[in-house]
């Protein structure tokens, strides 16, 4: 489903078959997954998504394996991930949150749908890299700052689990008049919370830690919660930016 990120994982010995979305800031286990394997639930978490806030089923003490790297997650959560595994058209089990990335220096390959993991700090990049600074925001979600359309910078969520290359708040759509002049549709986009109806348009520049990022033109979703995300695996750096 566009660029996202699939991968094999281990669940307390079960191999699964995962997505990797650094928007989410705690993993997601299948409800089926977790019943299978006998695992009892350890109580509720409100969690925010991109239509609000809802209740959620968590679990704790979770062994998980990717990539070699076995870490045990203080906590996940449970959710029926039937929407997702019927929009990849087979079973996902597994959405990785920002939580396995703490401590970690990771290594992405789209093309090839792998990660690699080492110790944070371990990895200095090549020739014409750029180095983009990423903060934590009050829900440990990464951030980072951007220029939508030429407009003063703001700080998006970086996420790595939608395909979806932007996403934005109407506040922040009116406050930098994104609409002007622009041609704009309706569609369905949905989340663990539900569906709601978005308005859609074309931008046609986004520039992120000092380069300019193109993906022919960006497709902007405009939602009602306030907050912006950008999907990287739904943009590349251009030519001239390098």
Sequence with gaps: MGDTLMISADVAGSPVRAILDSGSAASIINTRLV???GIAPSGKRIIRGTGGRVEVTEISDVALTVADDRRRLPFAIVSDLAAISSAFGRPIDLVLGEDILAGRCVALDFTQDRIGFAQTGSFAGGSGWRR???????????????????????????????ANALMLSTALVAAQNLLAGKARSTAALGSLDGVQIVTAFVLDDVAIGGATLSWCRWRGWIIGNPTARWAASDCRLSRNSM
């Design 132 to 162: 983009l600074p990423l903060t934590h925001g009050t829900r440990r979600e990464l951030l980072v700052a951007a220029s939508i359309g030429g407009g003063s910078p703001v700080q998006l969520i970086f996420d790595l689990g939608s």
């Design 35 to 37: 019943k299978r394997l």
